[in-house]
Nanobody, 123 residues
Framework: QVQLVASGGGLVQAGGSLRLSCSAS????????MGWFRQAPGKERELAAAISWSASSTYYADSVKGRFTISRDNTKNTVLLQMNSLKPEDTAVYYC????????????????WGQGTQVTVSS
């Protein structure tokens, strides 16, 4: 199994930035497509971004495109989500997950999940 731990959330002002980290423990997530999901209160889960194992392919939801950047360092078993120009509507619990290539199409779900980290953007 793969254990994932997400960190880096917090409270920021609109227009600010945060960097989320997802680190694997126990087993590497080498070979998995990684995604960052988010769920705002009272709303459905949304896939914000995904990245292939080789980092040759990425996916971004239209709502975050141009503002968020997903990256990974497989040697460190770490996936990052750099979030810039944050908006109040970005407020959500953010979850990292390990899945397959369907995440790169904006579809599917993760096989393994992190615990989530809260991002709150104030106006």
């Amino acid at each position: 199994q793969v254990q994932l731990v997400a960190s880096g959330g917090g409270l920021v002002q609109a227009g600010g930035s945060l960097r989320l980290s997802c680190s694997a423990s126990g087993r590497t997530f080498s070979g998995y497509t990684m995604g960052w999901f988010r769920q705002a209160p009272g709303k459905e889960r949304e896939l914000a971004a995904a990245i292939s194992w080789s980092a040759s392919s990425t996916y971004y939801a239209d709502s975050v495109k141009g503002r968020f950047t997903i990256s990974r360092d497989n040697t460190k078993n770490t996936v990052l989500l750099q979030m810039n120009s944050l908006k109040p509507e970005d407020t959500a619990v953010y979850y990292c997950g390990a899945g397959d290539g369907t995440l790169l199409l904006g579809q599917g779900a993760a096989r393994y999940w992190g615990q989530g980290t809260q991002v709150t953007v104030s106006s």
